[in-house]
């Protein structure tokens, strides 16, 4: 049986997330791959964009969000049909586990606008098991 170990296995292991929120008007769901990490601590995922970003302009006008882990070859995925997303003043313990997953980035970490995924439910496939994980608060 799946858990929230699986749950940040999975985004940790998956680095790249896809995530649709809305477009500023509301007409459309728009697609943007992010590098993404699973906090222990809060149970969301961060991720970061530049302030200027169309996904931060969208954040701001709507904080519905969806989002997924890619299927490629053999890997287990993630998809969370119903998420709320939020700008967030980043600790400095986020930055850190930020930073260490990708250390490539740390230069624009420090100019850039973060981001955290919050949901209840993330739908785990696990060796072609399908299972539901709740995620508590």
Same mark, same amino acid.
């Given at each position: ?5 699986? !749950? ?14 809305? =477009? ?6 728009d ?38 882990? @890619?299927q ?7 998809? !969370?049909?119903?998420? =709320? ?5 980043? =600790? @400095? ?9 990708? @250390? ?5 970490a ?25 995620? @508590?608060?």
């Amino acid at each position: 049986m799946s858990d929230l170990k699986d !749950v940040e296995r999975i985004i940790n292991s998956a680095k790249q997330i896809a995530v649709a929120t809305l =477009t500023e008007d509301g007409s459309a769901p728009d697609v943007r791959i992010v590098l993404g990490v699973f906090d222990a601590a809060s149970n969301q995922v961060l991720f970061m964009t530049s302030p200027q970003a169309e996904k931060a302009a969208e954040i701001a006008a709507h904080s519905q969000a969806a989002f997924a882990t @890619p299927q490629f070859g053999d890997n287990d995925v993630l998809r !969370v049909r119903k998420a =709320t997303v939020k700008p967030i003043d980043v =600790t @400095p313990a986020q930055l850190d586990l930020y930073n260490q997953q990708y @250390p490539q980035t740390a230069k624009y970490a420090a100019h850039s606008a973060f981001f955290a995924l919050s949901f209840k439910q993330a739908e785990l496939t696990i060796k072609d098991e399908a299972s539901t994980v709740d995620i @508590p608060a």
